[in-house]
């Protein structure tokens, strides 16, 4: 389908691609026995899923393109999914700009209390933000991403995640936090969160 992945396809994707690893330790400190390394799914299938990206922007945003790709750098130093991700968007969509804030940055915004001491503005004006993550698990990065953006002055277009975990009300909340902009996911898990 042309404006959500099915299970079936998600899982297609993960068993094609070999993406599913176990017992690999999670660079935030999560206890999982599995994880999806979506970036093997970005590598094999960016130009499917580039065509996803833009038919779901096209429906959402239609009249507006972002100006800058805003996502969370990793603190490993290794290209996390979330900038892989971002990345995708970027040639998705053709925006020149992608942003990408340190964990230990976000970790330290407060709303209203300004940008960490040290961290940079990486906003020009009043940009179009679109933000991105390769998953929403629980939406505190999330809500930490919203926060630096606000708080630097950007204007948030919205949210888009490759897979996302969060149950309506979490997703309700996470849209208030952005104005009621719109929080739009390529594949939404049926399952409840927390079990995984």
Known sequence: MPDQLTPFDFWELVAE??????????PQGRELH????????????????????????????PNVKPDTICTVKEQSGK??????????????LNVKKITSIERDDLNRVTPGGGLPTGAYNPFEGKDNVLIVDDGINYGITMKKLIAYCKTAGATILGVLVFDNRLDEQAITKIRYQMGRAELVSLYEWPATSGSL
């Open 79 to 92: 290209e996390g999914g979330g900038v892989k991700f971002a990345k995708l968007v970027s040639q998705s």
């Open 34 to 61: 599995y994880r999806i390394d979506t970036s093997k799914i970005f590598n094999q299938y960016a130009h499917w899923l580039g065509n996803v990206i833009r038919h779901k922007c096209n429906i959402t945003w």
């Open 17 to 26: 691609t070999k993406a599913l690893d176990k017992d690999v330790p999670d």
